[in-house]
């Protein structure tokens, strides 16, 4: 139940395209989901993040969409880049001092 | 704001030995640090949450006696691993959170522990 969902396992995207990544909880207990973007040997850094009293939200080219009935979310990357070829992980926790559970990542490449 | 930082960022060392990795939150008092561990191509997995001045919290299959967390003030926390072995390879990630108004997790830039 602690589990967090994540796909696709790899993601391959035009410059300038779209990049679409999904993820899916199972405890409802979870009411905070970052996501975070991973370049190879670097720590994760948090990219945005959204609490379950919304359905959307948008920081520049990257949109979460949340969907709290089908215990859902997904990430949006719009316009991708080159730059944006990194490892992504959705993740989710109950919020407070409380531990982050990790999906099991997508590894995003943006060719040219 | 919000820096993460950890020490070293590579480390080698012989099976057999221990091998101790800061954690320091520069810019804010850490209520609370976590330590993670990741595989190649894996997801991070966690390892232990601690607070300051109690014991560490581990999850389930991870061994206490082997990964000791010391979290003495609310900027550092320290992983040792004890009598490493080459499975103890892997790349360690700890992350902190306790920035007033803020519960979001800041995470360091990583070691990557090599045992030879």
């Known amino acids: 139940q602690q589990q967090v969902k994540q796909s696709p396992q790899s993601l391959i995207v035009q410059k300038g395209g779209i990049s679409i990544i999904n993820c899916a909880y199972e405890n409802t207990a979870f009411d905070y989901f970052p996501w975070y973007q991973q370049f190879p040997g670097k720590g994760p850094a948090l990219l945005i993040a959204i609490r379950p009293d919304v359905s959307e939200k948008k920081e520049g080219r990257f949109t979460i969409s949340f969907n709290k009935s089908a215990k859902q979310f997904s990430l949006h990357i719009m316009d991708s880049q080159p730059g944006d070829s990194a490892t992504y992980f959705c993740a989710a926790s109950t919020g407070g001092y409380q531990k982050v559970t990790f999906g099991t990542g997508t590894k995003l490449q943006v060719i040219p | 704001g919000a820096v993460v930082s950890q020490h070293p960022s590579r480390v080698i060392c012989k099976s057999g030995t221990s091998v101790k990795i800061e954690c320091r939150s520069l810019?804010?008092?850490?209520?609370?640090m976590f330590w993670y561990r990741q595989f190649p191509k894996q997801s991070l997995m966690l390892m232990a949450t601690s607070n300051e001045g109690s014991k560490a919290t581990y999850e389930q299959g991870v061994e206490k006696d082997k990964f000791l967390i010391n979290h003495a003030s609310l900027t550092l926390s320290t992983l040792t691993v004890t009598s490493a072995h080459p499975e103890d390879s892997s790349f360690y990630i700890c992350?902190?959170?306790?920035?007033?108004?803020?519960?979001?997790?800041?995470f360091g830039p990583g070691t990557r522990l090599t045992v030879t």
């Open positions: 810019d804010f008092q850490a209520t609370t």
């Open positions: 992350s902190a959170t306790g920035l007033a108004g803020d519960y979001e997790q800041y």
